[in-house]
C-alpha cells in the first residue's frame, strides 16, 4: 500500500496555506491569469495535483468541467469537505479521481481535455519528467497546458529580504529550498520549463509572476479586510504582467497551447 505522504498536511495546507492572505492572492492571481486562456465554458479541465480544489472549484463555480486528479486521499477528502459547501449545480460539475500525475493518461481513461492544469507540484518531484509528459499528453490538440513552479531566478530575494545573508548568497545558484509546507522543493526558470513542454509538443504562448510584494511582506497570520485584500490582488495582478516585476516573483506561472 502506498504512503499517503500529504496526509499530514492536508489541515495545514488546506485551512492554513490557502487561508492566508498569499494564500488568497495565489488563487484570485492565478485564476485572472486562467481566464484570458482558457476557451468559454464548459470546456474540460483536469487539474493533476490538484489537491483540495482551490485552483480548479473556481473554475466550476465559472461553468467549466472540472476533473481534479490527486494521488492523496487525505487531499481528496478535503476537497469533497469544500465542494459540499457549493452549490448543486457546481458540485455537479467536479469529478474525483485519485492517481498519481505520472499515470493521468490512464487513470482519465485516454480522454483529453481542452486545459490541463498543474500547479504549485512539480517542485516537490524527484523525477518531474514522467509528470511533465502525462500534462502535455493528456491535453486535446489546440488545448491549453498551464504550469505554476519556483522561479530559480528570483530565489535570493526572500532570504535577502529577512536578512539572512548567508543563505542569499547561496540562493542565487540554488535550485532547491525549504517552501510554505516546510518540505524541501526545487526550482526551475521559465526558459527551461518553456524548453520542457515545447519537447513534448506544447507551446509557450505566455508567461506571469505569482507572489512578489505579498512574498516580501511578513503578513502571516494578518487579518485584511476585504477591501485592503483585494487592493493587493490588484496590485499583484499588474505585477505578474510586467517586467522587471514578473521576474522577481517566486513562483511563475506558465501557459502553453498544445500543437494540432
Same mark, same amino acid.
Given at each position: 500500500m502506498v504512503e499517503d505522504t500529504w496526509a499530514a498536511l492536508a489541515d495545514q495546507f488546506a485551512d492554513g496555506a490557502y487561508a492566508t492572505v498569499k494564500g488568497r492572492v495565489r488563487t484570485y492571481v492565478?485564476?485572472?491569469?486562467?481566464l484570458e486562456h482558457l476557451p468559454a465554458a464548459p470546456a474540460s479541465v483536469l487539474d493533476v495535483?490538484?489537491?483540495?480544489?482551490?485552483?480548479?472549484?473556481?473554475?466550476a463555480r465559472a461553468g467549466y468541467d472540472v476533473t481534479l486528479l490527486d494521488p492523496s486521499a487525505a487531499m481528496l477528502d478535503k476537497a469533497r469537505q469544500r465542494l459540499r459547501q457549493l452549490r448543486a449545480e457546481v458540485r455537479d460539475r467536479v469529478t474525483f479521481v485519485e492517481a498519481d500525475g505520472a499515470d493521468a493518461e490512464e487513470a482519465v481513461g485516454g480522454r483529453r481535455f481542452d486545459a490541463v492544469l498543474c500547479h504549485?507540484?512539480?517542485?516537490? !518531484?524527484?523525477?518531474?519528467?514522467p509528470v511533465l509528459d502525462q500534462l502535455c499528453r493528456c $491535453? %486535446?490538440?489546440?488545448g491549453l497546458v498551464s504550469i505554476m513552479a519556483g522561479n530559480a531566478d528570483a530565489a535570493a530575494v526572500r532570504p535577502a529580504m529577512e536578512r539572512r545573508w548567508e543563505d542569499a548568497l547561496e540562493a542565487f545558484d540554488a535550485r532547491a529550498e525549504i517552501g510554505v509546507l516546510g518540505l524541501p522543493t526545487r526550482a526551475g526558470t521559465v526558459d527551461e520549463l518553456g524548453e520542457a513542454v515545447r519537447s513534448r509538443g506544447v507551446e509557450p504562448v505566455q508567461w506571469y509572476g505569482v507572489w512578489?510584494?505579498?512574498?516580501?511582506?511578513? !503578513?502571516?497570520?494578518a487579518d485584511l479586510d476585504p477591501a485592503e485584500t483585494e487592493r493587493? $490582488? %490588484?496590485?499583484?495582478?499588474e505585477?505578474?504582467?510586467?517586467?522587471?516585476?514578473?521576474?522577481?516573483?517566486?513562483?511563475?506561472?506558465?501557459?502553453?497551447?498544445k500543437k494540432n
Open positions: 492565478m485564476h485572472r491569469q486562467l495535483g490538484g489537491g483540495a480544489g482551490h485552483q480548479s472549484f473556481p473554475l504549485g507540484v512539480l517542485g516537490y !518531484l524527484e523525477r518531474p519528467e $491535453a %486535446a490538440p489546440g512578489l510584494f505579498v512574498d516580501w511582506l511578513d !503578513l502571516s497570520g493587493v $490582488a %490588484a496590485v499583484e495582478l505585477a505578474g504582467r510586467r517586467d522587471p516585476y514578473r521576474r522577481l516573483s517566486r513562483v511563475f506561472h506558465l501557459v502553453g497551447r
